[in-house]
């Protein structure tokens, strides 16, 4: 049971914040800063928005769009129970990026970027079921802080592949790597990826037994939630950190792997710049209004004030290196990247892989000598 009264945040507070915070008012428990969304993902977040333990409201970012249970492109706000739907099954997808010493002149002497794109290709397991079939000697550290830090044994969570050969794997869907310039010329290495399978085990655990829990009179089954205080809200909050974390340095091991290749094709080690990791789907407890509450960014990024971020484009767009600006209003968040107009269902069935091919060649790296302002490894 959810007490609706505790934690109450004074509603002056709230108006006062939002006014002039460029957001649009839907309800009084729903902020959009979307200036296009579809009705369908207006709806979703509304139902949403109107859990009684969602407070003080449920923010929508610039790029939401209809996603599971809740929109992605949602902050929400709860006191005393998490949605792990709402937090997704990708925990702690996110993105790493590195600014290199390097230039496009000094890239474009070096030939093809083909070589460097297959160099990536055959460091990082890409797609779907792909893992490391051994551990590298940059792993070895990371696989041991993990196994320092875990509530429990993952082993058998894993499933069919070990979750230690997962750190430093890509996955599938919109995760890429790419090699792509600033409006400096300047070289950056970026990346999107998240908890691969361990982590969408883990979640699918949480969200079955929140479902068990509580599912029932709800108007959307994702909308199960786990109460504070009870043992199963605990357990999903220590798998959450320990998946939060894996996510985080499976970034940091493709990252390293990813300059280690650009070292080779330059032949002078990366030097670098400045290294940002960020998630986007994710869950921590946050000081917001005067109150203590679980803040779930499903598809968003914090943006304290000076705060860096990413916030990658589309396929053959620019990415963004951001510095928050501490939007109270929007819970110090930011989009976590394009959106989308359809689901991924709608554009496999819309578009072919010739479209896509098609589409990508102006940026495509086969070519001898090619550099252009975006360099796609999807």
């Known amino acids: 049971m959810i007490d609706e009264s505790s934690a109450a945040v004074p509603s002056c507070r709230v108006e006062n914040a939002v006014a002039g915070a460029l957001s649009h008012r839907i309800t009084d428990k729903l902020y959009s800063w979307a200036s296009i969304a579809e009705e369908n993902t207006i709806a979703q977040a509304r139902t949403a928005s109107e859990m009684p333990f969602v407070r003080p409201y449920l923010a929508l970012m610039p790029d939401a769009h209809l996603g599971k249970g809740a929109t992605v492109g949602s902050v929400i706000p709860t006191v005393g129970a998490i949605m792990p739907a709402a937090v997704g099954v990708d925990i702690g997808c996110g993105m790493i990026a590195l600014l290199t010493q390097f230039t496009r002149a000094q890239v474009a002497e070096r030939g093809s970027l083909a070589t460097l794109r297959g160099a990536i290709e055959r460091s990082i397991p890409l797609s779907a079921g792909h893992y490391n079939t051994s551990i590298s000697a940059t792993a070895t550290a990371r696989i041991a802080h993990l196994e320092a830090i875990a509530p429990r044994d993952y082993t058998r969570t894993a499933g069919r592949r070990d979750w230690r050969l997962q750190l430093g794997t890509l996955g599938s869907g919109n995760h890429f790597i790419e090699v792509t310039l600033d409006e400096l010329d300047r070289v950056w290495l970026f990346l999107h990826s998240g908890s691969r399978g361990i982590g969408n085990r883990i979640a699918s655990e949480h969200i079955a037994q929140a479902q068990r829990e509580t599912a029932v009179g709800l108007p959307d ?158």
């Open 221 to 378: 089954r994702d909308l199960a939630y786990l109460t504070e205080g009870t043992p199963t809200f605990d357990a999903y909050i220590a798998d959450l950190n320990w998946a939060q974390e894996f996510a985080l340095l499976n970034r940091e091991e493709m990252m390293d792997r990813v300059a280690r290749q650009t070292s080779e094709f330059m032949g002078e080690a990366v030097v670098e710049r400045e290294r940002i990791n960020c998630h986007h789907n994710f869950t921590r407890r946050e000081a917001h209004f005067g109150n203590l509450v679980w803040l779930s960014r499903k598809g968003a990024i914090q943006a304290e004030a000076g705060q860096p971020g990413l916030v990658p484009g589309s396929m053959g767009t620019a990415s963004y290196v951001i510095e928050g600006v501490g939007n109270a209003a929007a819970f110090n968040s930011s989009p976590h990247g394009a959106g989308r107009n359809l689901s991924r269902n709608a554009a496999r069935k819309r578009f072919s892989v010739q479209d896509l091919r098609e589409a990508m060649a102006p940026w495509s790296t086969t070519r001898a000598g090619h550099f252009s302002g975006r360099g796609c490894m999807p």
